[in-house]
């Protein structure tokens, strides 16, 4: 998984996903935010992605930290994907924040705040 700035020259992929075209691609240590796609989520900010493991294996460096927690994790779903308990994989890195069209969800206070 490579991270690009916005608005660089795009192409779309074989899932007609536009995606960034001869940008320079970032480390996602570097980054302060990334959002994050999911099929479903629960208030610990575990979520089910599509499977690719893509978003795990880019941040895994985020399972080590206690402190230092960027880049923030924020996912993007509807209500309704919200399910009352998903059971962490290890290899899973926690949302800090999800974002629905009911309000904002803060995941890491359900962590204890780590």
Not at 20 to 37: E, K, M, N, T, Y
Not at 65 to 80: F, H, M, T
Request: proline content about 5%; hydrophobic content about 40%; overall charge positive.
């Amino acid at each position: 998984m490579h991270f690009a700035e916005s608005g660089e020259r795009q192409r779309f992929n074989r899932f007609g996903i536009p995606e960034p075209h001869g940008a320079q691609s970032s480390s996602a240590r570097s980054l302060d935010i990334v959002f994050v796609p999911l099929v479903g989520f629960d208030r610990h900010g575990v979520r089910l992605g599509m499977g690719g493991g893509y978003y795990d294996r880019a941040l895994a460096f985020r399972r080590t930290r206690s402190v230092w927690r960027v880049p923030l994790l924020v996912g993007l779903a509807y209500a309704l994907q919200e399910v009352e308990q998903i059971t962490p994989a290890a290899h899973d890195v926690p949302l800090d924040l999800v974002i629905t069209e009911r309000g904002v969800i803060h995941c890491a206070l359900m962590n204890g705040g780590k």
